[in-house]
C-alpha cells in the first residue's frame, strides 16, 4: 500500500516530462476531455498545470477573446509550460500563476476549473476546496480528475463528499483513461444555478 506521505508528494519538475508524453496525448487526449466544458470567450483555470500538459489545449479553446491562468506550486513547471505556450504563439491568452506553500492564492474569479491529478497533493483538501469554490463564478464548473493507480474508489468518493460539503454538486463523472473523474457545478445560495448541464465525454484510449 502507498504511504500517506509518498500520496501527497508533489511530483518533481525533474520527471515533468513524464506528464508530457506523446503517448499520454494519444490515452488522454485534452482535445476530448475538455471541450464539452470550455468555449471561446471563458476565463479559466489549470491548477496544478505541471507543464502545460492542457494548458495548451486551454488555451485553444478559449481563444483570443478567453483567458487562462496556469498556476502550480514549482516555478520550474510554470517555464516548462510558458515555454511551450510561448511556442504555441498563444503567449497573449495565458497568464501564470505561482501558488504560494499555504493555498491557490488568487482572487480572480473563473468559468472552469480543471483539478487534474493534484487534489491528492493537497495536505489538506477541505481547505483547498473552499478556497477553489471562492474562486468560482456563480455559474462555474470544476473538473476533477484523480488517478486510479493513486486514489482508490473509496478515497474518490470521500474526495467528492469534500467537494460537496464545499459547495460544490456533482452532475457526472466522465470515463478518463486510468482515472476517476467528477463534474461539479457549483451551488449558488445551495442549489445549482440553473443552466443545461453538460453531457460528460466518452474518453477511452
Known amino acids: 500500500m502507498m504511504s500517506e506521505e509518498r500520496k501527497h508528494r508533489v511530483c518533481p519538475v525533474e520527471r515533468a516530462k513524464v506528464l508530457d508524453l506523446f503517448w499520454r496525448k494519444l490515452l488522454q487526449n485534452p482535445g476530448r476531455i475538455l471541450r464539452p466544458?470550455?468555449?471561446e470567450g471563458m476565463?479559466?483555470?489549470d491548477l496544478g498545470c505541471?507543464?502545460?500538459?492542457?494548458?495548451?489545449e486551454m488555451a485553444r479553446l478559449v481563444g483570443k477573446t478567453g483567458k487562462v491562468v496556469a498556476a502550480d506550486l514549482q516555478q520550474g513547471m510554470l517555464d516548462k509550460a510558458?515555454?511551450?505556450i510561448a511556442a504555441a504563439g498563444l503567449a497573449d491568452v495565458v497568464t501564470f500563476h505561482l501558488c504560494p506553500g499555504n493555498g491557490i492564492g488568487l482572487a480572480?474569479?473563473?468559468d472552469f476549473i480543471l483539478?487534474?491529478?493534484?487534489?491528492?497533493e493537497a495536505p489538506d483538501p477541505g481547505a483547498f476546496l473552499s478556497e477553489l469554490r471562492s474562486l468560482l463564478k456563480p455559474s462555474g464548473r470544476v473538473l476533477l480528475a484523480e488517478p486510479s493507480f493513486h486514489v482508490s474508489r473509496g478515497e474518490f468518493q470521500k474526495s467528492i463528499g469534500l467537494m460537496t460539503r464545499a459547495g460544490l454538486e456533482i452532475v457526472a463523472e466522465p470515463?478518463?483513461?486510468l482515472s476517476q473523474a467528477g463534474y461539479f457545478v457549483f451551488m449558488w445560495g445551495g442549489s445549482p444555478q440553473p443552466s443545461k448541464k453538460t453531457p460528460a465525454p466518452l474518453v477511452l484510449p
Open 50 to 56: 505541471g507543464p502545460g500538459f492542457f494548458t495548451l
Open 115 to 120: 483539478v487534474f491529478y493534484m487534489l491528492h
Open 82 to 84: 510558458e515555454k511551450k
Open 37 to 39: 466544458y470550455i468555449k
Open 175 to 177: 470515463v478518463i483513461f
Open 43 to 45: 476565463t479559466v483555470l
Open 108 to 110: 480572480k474569479r473563473f
